[in-house]
């Protein structure tokens, strides 16, 4: 019930979809050039996309993703998660310059961590200051609201980001002191 209840909450409440309401310049710009792709200026890798080995909504999540990574030129990436391996691969392919490991401990030295679905890990890893300290940082968290440890930590981490962006399945935590804080709600 508490899945549904906030699935309604969502769709009634969210406004930023096409930067409506954004005083942030950052997040503005974010919105409608990165989430959104309104020029079309980015590409993607063919080969892993024409094998047929994402569905509809993973395909949705990696490009995502990679258009994230790219916008903001990370040089440590740490996915967890499943299908980890196959998004390290398909974020190689996009972004070159970037070092991707699935391994947790070296979330202290990423400035990109995605958590995806059915990630086991030990939410006292995310207590410590020490892993934020490495700023710019950005996460992105799968089923915030389907999950309970996912929710419990997105409730967690969103509390000390600069800003949040609920997506409703998935979660964009932003941890830099130079942008605008805010939370945002939006549908991809």
Not at 10 to 35: E, Q
Not at 90 to 101: G, H, K, N, P, R
Not at 119 to 126: E, G, R
Not at 139 to 155: F, T
Request: hydrophobic share 45%; with cysteine; proline share 2%.
């Amino acid at each position: 019930m508490g899945y549904l209840k906030e699935r309604l909450k969502h769709a009634i409440r969210f406004r930023h979809k096409r930067g409506y309401g954004v005083h942030s310049p950052f997040m503005f710009n974010l919105i409608l050039n990165v989430i959104r792709d309104r020029e079309k200026q980015f590409s993607y890798p063919v080969e892993l996309e024409q094998a047929n080995i994402l569905n509809r909504q993973e395909r949705k999540v990696f490009r995502l993703l990679a258009r994230l990574i790219r916008h903001l030129h990370v040089h440590r990436i740490v996915c967890l998660g499943l299908n980890s391996s196959l998004l390290a691969s398909y974020l190689s392919m996009v972004y070159q310059e970037a070092d991707i490991s699935d391994v947790p401990d070296r979330l202290a030295d990423a400035d990109f961590v995605y958590i995806g679905r059915r990630t086991l890990m030990n939410i006292n890893l995310f207590n410590d200051e020490d892993w934020i300290k490495n700023e710019p940082k950005c996460v992105v968290i799968a089923d915030i609201y389907k999950d309970a440890g996912h929710a419990c930590l997105w409730r967690l981490l969103s509390e000390r980001a600069t800003v949040s962006v609920d997506m409703m399945w998935y979660g964009l935590l932003f941890f830099d002191t130079k942008i605008q804080k805010g939370k945002y709600r939006l549908i991809i």
